[in-house]
């Protein structure tokens, strides 16, 4: 635990020591998993803005995948309502950061409970733009990453509902030879789907805030790991679908070459932000091999719509583009997630298929 340095933090930790301790009491009086759950979350949300969840605590929640449905949505009942109920920045950042953690560690039964919460109405559970935690200079700066927190990773569930599968799963396997096949039984349509959802979401990624100049700096880079894996990982998806493009670039429609190369015009936009963001131990060879597909990808569809239709597809290119803009800044009034809205993977276009990991991202 960090130090004492306010009043605040004092009445944090006292906050804590008697949640757990209530939590423990009655979880010591019943058999019921809820209420191990219940502890489990507490301990690994606290008010101290030095330390993000710890491993433990978070492989018992995690723990709730290898039982019973019942059992999976104990947990992540717990986790939401601690979630709803906090006013404090810093709990509620750690219980965005579990939520994460379900999606990229988390067994699928514990996945498909976070991705049907709640089971009726169309509250979007994780919508937090109007989180203010005025008890310091701290929190009001940790209140802002609350509310970018909690909408990227509503871009995250909303691309993983359009692609089929949870971006950045480690749980996701399969041979790299069958997802290239699966990729090219797409159509154009459901392709460009795909891109402008992955697109979108390292859009969402780059409006990252600042680190935090009151501190919560541990907090701040466990988010920023975890969103940068989500970057290597829709960058994978996306190098696979813009060589599918490269293949297919002779037989493309004039819109779905206007739809592409404002795509790529979009990413390009993304790449100093995203760059800045992924630093140290990342593949760097990788990723820069990635951003050379992009440019090529775009000469090629770019020169199409020169050779083929001249000005007024340039013109036509910049009003999709303009226009895609205008789209993504109405994203949130649109993001509204109802248990019919839930990430549906049983009936998946792959039903009995997974991802497959590139070796050595990491």
Not at 36 to 49: E, M, Q
Not at 51 to 76: D, F, K
Not at 149 to 174: D, P
Not at 303 to 318: A, C, H, P, R
Request: contains cysteine.
């Amino acid at each position: 635990m960090g130090r004492i340095t306010s009043f605040a933090d004092l009445i944090g930790k006292i906050k804590d020591k008697a949640s757990q301790s209530k939590a423990a009491f009655v979880s010591s009086n019943t058999k019921g998993k809820t209420l191990s759950f219940h502890l489990s979350v507490l301990r690994a949300t606290t008010h101290d803005p030095s330390t993000p969840p710890g491993n433990r605590h978070l492989a018992v929640l995690l723990s709730a995948g290898t039982g019973s449905r019942a059992t999976a949505a104990s947990a992540v009942e717990a986790i939401m309502d601690r979630l709803h109920t906090t006013g404090d920045a810093c709990v509620a950042l750690k219980s965005l950061i579990i939520v994460h953690h379900i999606v990229k560690h988390g067994r699928f039964i514990l996945q498909d409970q976070l991705s049907v919460f709640p089971a009726s109405g169309g509250r979007n559970y994780l919508k937090l733009s109007g989180f203010r935690d005025e008890k310091s200079p701290l929190m009001w700066e940790l209140s802002s990453w609350v509310r970018w927190y909690a909408l990227y990773l509503e871009h995250l569930l909303s691309t993983s509902r359009i692609m089929g599968f949870f971006i950045s799963s480690t749980s996701n396997t399969v041979h790299k030879d069958e997802y290239e096949e699966m990729v090219s039984s797409l159509t154009n349509s459901d392709l460009l789907r795909e891109i402008d959802a992955l697109v979108g979401l390292l859009e969402e990624a780059c409006k990252i805030p600042d680190l935090p100049f009151s501190g919560g700096k541990s907090l701040a880079d466990k988010i920023t790991h975890l969103v940068g894996e989500d970057y290597v990982s829709s960058i994978n998806e996306l190098y696979t679908r813009f060589n599918e493009f490269k293949e297919r670039s002779n037989t493309l429609s004039f819109g779905d070459t206007v739809e592409l190369v404002c795509a790529l015009k979009r990413l390009e936009g993304c790449k100093e932000r995203l760059s800045e963001m992924c630093h140290g131990n990342w593949k760097r060879g990788w990723i820069d091999g990635f951003w050379g597909l992009v440019l090529e990808v775009k000469a090629i569809v770019g020169n199409l719509v020169d050779d083929n239709y001249g000005q007024v597809g340039k013109s036509i290119v910049e009003f999709g583009k303009r226009e895609k803009r205008y789209e993504s800044a109405r994203f949130t009034d649109r993001l509204i997630m109802g248990y019919g809205d839930a990430v549906r993977f049983s009936s998946g276009r792959f039903p009995n298929v997974d991802r497959f990991n590139l070796p050595g991202f990491f």
